[in-house]
């Protein structure tokens, strides 16, 4: 199983991450303190969602179309894209929050690293 990056009409297909953590909600909310000191809660809409994907032993070639998609297709977190996982569950509007440079390269040329994705709620 893999799971999918889709921008347009490039994609990216990584094998499936070793331990996906699956994903993260959090509540998407603004706090604040008003003048006299009440604590305020607003809620804006759904929860955000973050997936952390960690891969092991990623080959030189899927670390390659990895790197062509974020520096390229994507350029880091300025463009969203489509994240398919694993299970085939498609989110929309996914941007890339963080991780890739600290991808490292071990003996064999094989790649390990994690990857945070965000949905962009606000798109």
């Given at each position: 199983m893999s799971v999918f990056f889709t921008r347009s009409s490039t994609?990216?297909?990584l094998s499936n991450p070793t331990w996906p953590e699956g994903e993260e909600s959090s509540p998407n909310q603004t706090v604040g303190i008003s003048d006299g000191g009440a604590l305020k809660i607003a809620r804006n809409g759904e929860d955000e969602v973050l997936v952390r994907l960690n891969f092991v032993r990623l080959t030189s070639a899927e670390y390659t179309v990895l790197s062509s998609f974020m520096k390229s297709t994507i350029t880091y977190s300025a463009y969203t894209f489509q994240y398919q996982d694993w299970n085939q569950v498609t989110r929309n509007n996914m941007r890339y929050m963080s991780g890739f440079n600290s991808f490292k390269r071990e003996r064999g040329?094989?790649?390990n690293g994690t990857l945070v994705l965000r949905e962009d709620l606000g798109v």
């Open positions: 994609e990216c297909k040329g094989r790649y």
